[in-house]
């Protein structure tokens, strides 16, 4: 490779990396919006990159490209349409103009836990989800996990009626903006990596994210504190495009799709490990965190439940009910 001495800084990076690749390797861009270390995507995408560039060594190489470095979630998908990268993790609240099955993830009090989830999403139905998409190109390949969403704000959270009138972040979910409005907030819909300057400049006054997100990207810097309320999940769908999948040959795409089903299985097994690190980090670096006795909490799913009925049609009461049994 020639490096010319135009290139920036970030481009010189980038190209080394591409480099790093042999000549006649397939190459898997995977970007994603996140930190590395002490985060589930962060780690299980770089668990996928060792294992492919080490077991796939000559046939398949692949580079990560975190903290959205190459693309936020909104162009990622796009990207990969357009064959600019071949893998993505967004959350699956992120995938409102492909499908709106997963809003079902997004609708507060549905899962009461990341184990309710997995058992949901390894159902029949939740299996099913996975390819919901195919016609508009996009191919779900595996569900990774997070954890569930607290809120934090710049003001203390006990009380639902605390929320009313602050500005919050959201990601670009009409299920999470219909939260929001449930609680008489001020919806802002917004990328992540924008977060951060928002709440420090006041821009919005809160935001719901995970502990690995919430310490990742230091939000308890600049909020009061956080409210462990536990209302939604924050899961991920690795994606990749219908035709970059088909294009590959049929023993490298059952060896990549192998090594991405032993990560998951591997790092969806860490999970509950992990959001309690980034917990615990966070009370480490100085972040407050409330907690809400039983009654305090039933006040947050008193105020935000009567969301599920504007959503129903979309997400089927049948996945509702199943998502219910599975609590039980
Ligand atoms: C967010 O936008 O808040 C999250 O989806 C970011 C992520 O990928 O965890």
Redesign the pocket.
């Known amino acids: 490779k020639i490096i010319t001495a135009a290139l920036t800084a970030s481009a010189v990076m980038s190209t080394a990396a591409f480099a790093a690749c042999d000549d006649g390797e397939m190459v898997i861009k995977f970007s994603h919006?996140?930190n590395t270390d002490k985060h589930p995507?962060g780690v299980a995408a770089s668990l996928l990159m060792e294992r492919v560039n080490e077991e796939m060594n000559g046939k398949a190489c692949m580079e990560v490209f975190p903290n959205s470095t190459l693309y936020n979630?909104d162009q990622v998908l796009e990207a990969l349409l357009t064959g600019d990268v071949q893998l993505a993790a967004?959350?699956l609240?992120k995938f409102e103009a492909f499908t709106k099955q997963f809003r079902i993830f997004d609708l507060p009090f549905m899962f009461k836990n990341i184990d309710a989830v997995d058992k949901f999403q390894t159902s029949e139905a939740g299996v099913a989800m996975k390819a919901s998409m195919e016609r508009r190109g996009l191919s779900g390949l595996q569900f990774w996990h997070?954890g569930m969403k607290q809120f934090s704000a710049s003001k203390p959270l006990v009380s639902p009626s605390d929320a009313d009138g602050l500005k919050f972040r959201v990601?670009p979910s009409d299920v999470l903006v219909a939260q929001m409005e449930a609680l008489g907030a001020s919806p802002q819909p917004m990328a992540?990596s924008e977060v951060y300057g928002a709440l420090q400049t006041g821009v919005v006054d809160g935001q719901e994210?995970t502990w690995s997100?919430i310490y990742g990207q230091k939000f308890f810097e600049v909020q009061d504190g956080s409210t462990e309320t536990n209302h939604g999940v924050?899961d991920y769908l690795v994606v990749t495009s219908v035709d970059w999948l088909a294009s590959l040959d049929d023993d490298v795409r059952d060896q990549f799709l192998t090594i991405l089903e032993e990560v998951t299985a591997t790092r969806n097994a860490a999970v509950g490990q992990v959001d309690a690190e980034a917990r615990q980090a966070v009370i480490d670096a100085g972040g407050v965190i409330r907690e809400l006795t039983p009654e305090q909490r039933q006040e947050w799913v008193d105020a935000m439940k009567p969301v599920w009925s504007q959503f129903e049609a979309d997400v089927g009461a049948d996945n509702i009910a199943a998502a219910q049994e599975i609590n039980a």
Do not use: G, W
């Open positions: 919006v996140t995507k979630d967004p959350s609240s997070n990601q992540f994210n997100n924050l």
